[in-house]
Each structure stands twice: as structure tokens, then as C-alpha cells.
């Protein structure tokens, strides 16, 4: 069945560091990704999203990767603050679907 | 705009017991959600609709039932209440997801449910 995973529950880094966030997907006919942001007590926040048409797309501070090949997908964070501890989460939307499917989540710990 | 709102915010069951989480959204917005988050787990799709009269089963729909009656609410039943349901639960809402438009969904804060 669809699934969306995470390769690290838990990231630490130091504050000005680049965080690197990466999920894998198993669904080949998801064709739309999108990141979220949930900090403690709160919803989740849309970050960024890419379409299966592109391999990557830039944000503030933030670039998505996606490589179809290997069904990867990684968050790039540039000069992580304080303000970025969270835990973050893939979605995949699948096929003529329109259900948001999140992956398990990886915790983002910046340290001062 | 209040955005989603979702009420109550906290909550505490026993088991057998039923009772219905209310959301609605002021955004104008045909795709409705309701999604489950476990402790340091991720969300899971319970039920969602993409416009009123018309819901669909999500990952998790066992145990719950919705209802679209209007475009603004979409509340969530849950019928004789178990500790498995122990949860917290969001309602979302979001324009038709995908291009052209975005994977944004508006999240409400969440409702903090406790079956004892």
C-alpha cells in the first residue's frame, strides 16, 4: 500500500548549520510532495511543495530534492535557527487521489 | 478570519461513550480533513471530504463517522469511545490539492482526546 517514511526520527544541529531532512516514499504514483512544519502543541504549517515534474525547488532557506528514481525526497534548511526546532513531516498526495498522506516525522533539534 | 476552528480542545471518555468533535472554517475551502496524531507519531487520514454531501474513508476511518452538511463544517463522530482513540485530532482544510493550486492544508489546533 502508499506509504511515506523518514530515515531519521531525530536531527541535531548547531545553530548557523544547514539541516538536512530526507524521507522515502514507496507510492510510484504520488505526484505531488509537500513538507510540513509542526511545532510543539500546534498544527502542522506548509513549508514548501514540488511536483513530480521537477527534481527541485527553492524556498526561503528551505530547497526540496525529489529524485524519482530511488522515490527520495529531502528538506534542506540553510543556516538553521532556533526557530526551526520542530518536527517535520513529507506528505504525498497519489495518483487522481485526494488524500494527503504523511510520513512518520523526523524531530529537528537546533542547539545553541 | 478565524481560520479552522475546532472545538472542544480538550476532552476526557469513557470508554463506551460517544461524543462528536466540531470544526468548522470560514475559509471558503471545498476539501475538509480530519487526521489523528498518536504521540510522537505522525497524522493519519481519517476521514475527508472534498465538498458538502460527499466524504470519503481516509487510512483510519474505523470507529469514527463524519457528516458534510455545509461547506464550513465537518464534524467527527466518535461512537462507543476505546482507549485506542486516545489521541490528538486535527481538522484541516484546503482549496483542491495538487497543481495548479498547492498541498496547503489549514490546520485547526487540534483536539486533545483522552478515553479512560
Known amino acids: 500500500g502508499e506509504s511515506v517514511g523518514l530515515h531519521l526520527p531525530t536531527l541535531s544541529v548547531q545553530e548557523g548549520d544547514n539541516s538536512i531532512i530526507n524521507c522515502a516514499y514507496s507510492?510510484?504514483?504520488?505526484?505531488?510532495f509537500i513538507w510540513y512544519k509542526q511545532e510543539s502543541g500546534k498544527g502542522p504549517q506548509f513549508i514548501i511543495d514540488?511536483?513530480?515534474?521537477?527534481d527541485k525547488r527553492q524556498g526561503q532557506r528551505v530547497t526540496v530534492l525529489l529524485n524519482k528514481t530511488v522515490k527520495h525526497l529531502s528538506l534542506q534548511i540553510a543556516a538553521t535557527q532556533p526557530g526551526d526546532s520542530a518536527v517535520y513531516f513529507c506528505?504525498?498526495?497519489?495518483?487522481?487521489?485526494?488524500?494527503?498522506?504523511f510520513g512518520t516525522g523526523t524531530l529537528l533539534a537546533v542547539q545553541p | 478570519n478565524a481560520g479552522v476552528t475546532q472545538t472542544p480542545k480538550f476532552r476526557i471518555l469513557k470508554i463506551g461513550q460517544s461524543m462528536t468533535l466540531q470544526c468548522t472554517q470560514d475559509?471558503?475551502?471545498?476539501?475538509m480533513y480530519w487526521y489523528r496524531q498518536d504521540p510522537g507519531m505522525g497524522l493519519k487520514l481519517i476521514y475527508y471530504s472534498v465538498g458538502a454531501g460527499i466524504t470519503d474513508k481516509g487510512e483510519v476511518p474505523n470507529g469514527y463517522n463524519v457528516s458534510r452538511s455545509t461547506t464550513e463544517d465537518f464534524p467527527l463522530r466518535l461512537e462507543l469511545a476505546a482507549p485506542s482513540q486516545t489521541s490528538v485530532y486535527f481538522c484541516a482544510s484546503s482549496y483542491p490539492l495538487g497543481p495548479p493550486g498547492t498541498g496547503e492544508l489549514f490546520f485547526g489546533e487540534g483536539s486533545r482526546l483522552t478515553v479512560l
Open positions: 506528505a504525498e498526495i497519489g495518483g487522481a487521489t485526494n488524500k494527503l498522506i
Open positions: 507510492n510510484s504514483a504520488s505526484d505531488y
Open positions: 514540488i511536483r513530480s515534474n521537477m
Open positions: 475559509m471558503n475551502h471545498n476539501y
